[in-house]
């Protein structure tokens, strides 16, 4: 139990939709880090928050976004789904951006596109 | 640019040790280990800081060579509860937390 918490848990969406999937972080952290993790394969960074500014992004197109809140919870938004986009997206936060701080994953959303 | 893990596949018996590798093509100022179950997240086991600094679980031990850009995972005297995927994770950028992992190493142990 990380503290971490996701929504949803399991969702499928038509190609072409949009999608929400939505992240608490653990009490006190202040750093929200983004993975999309394929079947098979580790997980690939999509971006990262900090203080509510992007800190920074991964090799992802535009059509995925994110926002984080006052209170450090998080967002990540996809548009104009694609087949490939079907994955596990995983949410971790931490204490800060810096190296020496560990991310503690949340369970995951399970994203379907069909 | 990701780590290279190996081996990519490893099976146990219960009780055998095991070693498992991550190499980078550019300077590490540390090195991330997690565990995954199948259809779980990925479980913090530890971090390995430049200057020989380590935290995490008290029961599994790494190292990190810096000059080598190598970091290894040793586990000992395997339990069933090891099975899984582990993967390691670099900085993409020197001083932060955003991470590039490996392809990981599926380990199996068997009773």
């Known amino acids: 139990e990380t503290g971490v918490t996701q929504s949803p848990t399991h969702l499928i969406k038509t190609r072409g939709q949009q999608v929400t999937l939505r992240c608490s972080s653990q009490?006190?952290?202040?750093?929200v880090s983004w993975y999309q993790q394929a079947l098979g394969q580790g997980p690939q960074f999509i971006f990262q928050?900090?203080?509510?500014?992007?800190?920074g992004r991964g090799n992802f197109p535009p059509r995925f976004s994110g926002l984080q809140f006052p209170n450090y919870s998080s967002e990540l938004n996809v548009n104009a789904l694609e087949l490939d986009d079907s994955a596990l997206y995983l949410c971790?936060?931490?204490?800060?951006?810096?190296?020496?701080?560990?991310?503690?994953f949340g369970e995951g959303s399970w994203l379907t596109v069909v | 640019q990701q780590p290279v893990q190996s081996p990519q596949a490893v099976i146990l018996r219960e009780g055998e040790d095991a070693v498992i590798n991550c190499s980078s093509s550019?300077?590490?100022?540390?090195v991330h280990w997690y565990r995954q179950k199948h259809g779980e997240a990925p479980v913090f086991l530890m971090i390995?800081?430049?200057?020989?600094e380590q935290k995490g679980h008290e029961k599994i031990s790494a190292s990190f060579n810096e000059k080598k850009q190598q970091s290894s995972l040793y586990l000992t005297a395997s339990q069933l509860s090891y099975s899984g995927t582990y993967f390691c994770?670099?900085?993409?950028?020197?001083?932060?937390?955003?991470?590039?992992f490996g392809g990981g190493t599926r380990l199996m142990v068997k009773p």
């Open positions: 994770g670099t900085p993409i950028n020197n001083a932060g937390n955003m991470l590039t």
């Open positions: 550019k300077a590490l100022y540390s």
């Open positions: 009490s006190g952290h202040n750093t």
């Open positions: 971790a936060s931490s204490l800060d951006t810096n190296s020496g701080n560990t991310i503690y």
């Open positions: 390995l800081l430049k200057g020989g």
């Open positions: 928050y900090y203080r509510e500014e992007e800190n």
